[in-house]
């Protein structure tokens, strides 16, 4: 989890282009309190499968 929207991407793929994985990267709503951003982020896991978002960048909050 991060609130870096710049450089975050530019890091993921410099990750990935040396065949390294993430378990995925969630980049907090500057538009959201932390308590939305949280709620956001708990929903999100009891949502998700185990992997889903590996090797992802995800902006809260999810369409």
Excluded at 31 to 60: F, H, K, M, P, W
Aim: aromatic share 4%; no cysteine; charged share 20%.
């Amino acid at each position: 989890m991060t609130n870096n929207r710049t450089s975050m991407p530019v890091h993921l793929a410099d990750h990935i282009a040396v065949k390294r994985h993430i378990p995925g990267i969630f980049i907090l709503n500057p538009n959201l309190s932390i308590g939305e951003n949280i709620e956001e982020l708990i929903i999100t896991a009891l949502a998700s499968e185990e992997d889903q978002y590996q090797d992802r960048i995800v902006y809260l909050p999810l369409p």
